[in-house]
C-alpha cells in the first residue's frame, strides 16, 4: 500500500537550517507530482511547495520563496525539503502528500518543526 | 489569496443528515471544478473524501457526497456516524500563485 515516511523535524533557532525528508512505497513514485503542504493552529493548512513527477518543474508559496528548496530523488524514491532562514511563523506540522487528480489523495504521517529561541 | 471561508463547527445528532459550505471567489471555486474535501480526526494526517467537486475516490463511504453552487461548494455527510466526528477542510485550486488554497477548517461534532 501506499506508504510515506517523513523525517528531519525538529527544534532549531530563527535564522537556522532543516532538510526534511519523505520516503515512499507502494506506488510508482516517478509518475506523480508531489507537495509539501503544512498545518499550524493558528493559519490552517498551507500548501507550500510542488515538485513535478521529472522534478523539472517546481513552485513554492510567497511565504516560503528564496528560502525553501524541494528535490526529489526517483532512484531512491524520495522527496525533500531545504529549509533555510527559519522563522517562527514557519512552525508546523509538515506533510509529504502525493497529489492526484488536482487533489492530494495520500498523506505522510506528518513531521513537526519547531522554530524558536 | 485568501483562506476559503468554513463554518467553525457544526453539529448533528447520529443518523442524521448535515452539511459544510466552503465559500470561494470567482477565481477559485467559481472558476474551476476542482473542489477537494478532507477529513482530519486528532492527531493524525488529512484523508481525502472528494476530489473535482464530487467524485469520490475508492474506498470512501457513498455517505459522503460534494456539490458547488457558483463560487459555493458544500460536503454532505449523510447518516451522521460517531466517526464522523472530525475536523473537515475543503480545497479549491486557483490556477495561480498559490496553486491551491484552503478552507479555514470545521469541526464536525456528532452529538
Known amino acids: 500500500q501506499v506508504q510515506l515516511v517523513e523525517s528531519g523535524g525538529g527544534l532549531v533557532k530563527p535564522g537556522g537550517s532543516l532538510r526534511l525528508s519523505c520516503a515512499a512505497s507502494?506506488?510508482?513514485?516517478?509518475?506523480?507530482?508531489m507537495t509539501w503542504i503544512r498545518q499550524t493552529p493558528g493559519k490552517g493548512l498551507e500548501y507550500v511547495s510542488y515538485?513535478?513527477?521529472?522534478?523539472?518543474?517546481?513552485y513554492y508559496a510567497d511565504s516560503v520563496k528564496g528560502r525553501f528548496t524541494i528535490s526529489r530523488d526517483n532512484a531512491k524514491n524520495s522527496l525533500f525539503l531545504q529549509m533555510n532562514s527559519l522563522r517562527a511563523e514557519d512552525t508546523a506540522v509538515y506533510y509529504c502528500?502525493?497529489?492526484?487528480?488536482?487533489?492530494?489523495?495520500?498523506w505522510g504521517q506528518g513531521t513537526l518543526v519547531t522554530v524558536s529561541s | 489569496q485568501s483562506a476559503l471561508t468554513q463554518p467553525a463547527s457544526v453539529s448533528g445528532s447520529p443518523g442524521q443528515s448535515i452539511t459544510v459550505s466552503c465559500t470561494g471567489t470567482s477565481s477559485d471555486i467559481g472558476r474551476y471544478e476542482y473542489v477537494s474535501w478532507y477529513q482530519q480526526h486528532p492527531g493524525k494526517a488529512p484523508k481525502v473524501l472528494i476530489n473535482e467537486v464530487n467524485n469520490r475516490p475508492s474506498g470512501v463511504s457513498n455517505r459522503f457526497s460534494g456539490s458547488k453552487s457558483g463560487n459555493t461548494a458544500s460536503l454532505t455527510i449523510s447518516g451522521l456516524q460517531a466517526d464522523d466526528d472530525a475536523d473537515y477542510y475543503c480545497c479549491s485550486y486557483t490556477g495561480i500563485s498559490p496553486h491551491y488554497v484552503f478552507g479555514t477548517g470545521t469541526k464536525v461534532t456528532v452529538l
Open positions: 507502494g506506488f510508482s513514485f516517478s509518475g506523480y507530482f
Open positions: 515538485i513535478s513527477s521529472s522534478g523539472n518543474a517546481v
Open positions: 502528500v502525493r497529489e492526484s487528480r488536482t487533489s492530494f489523495d495520500f
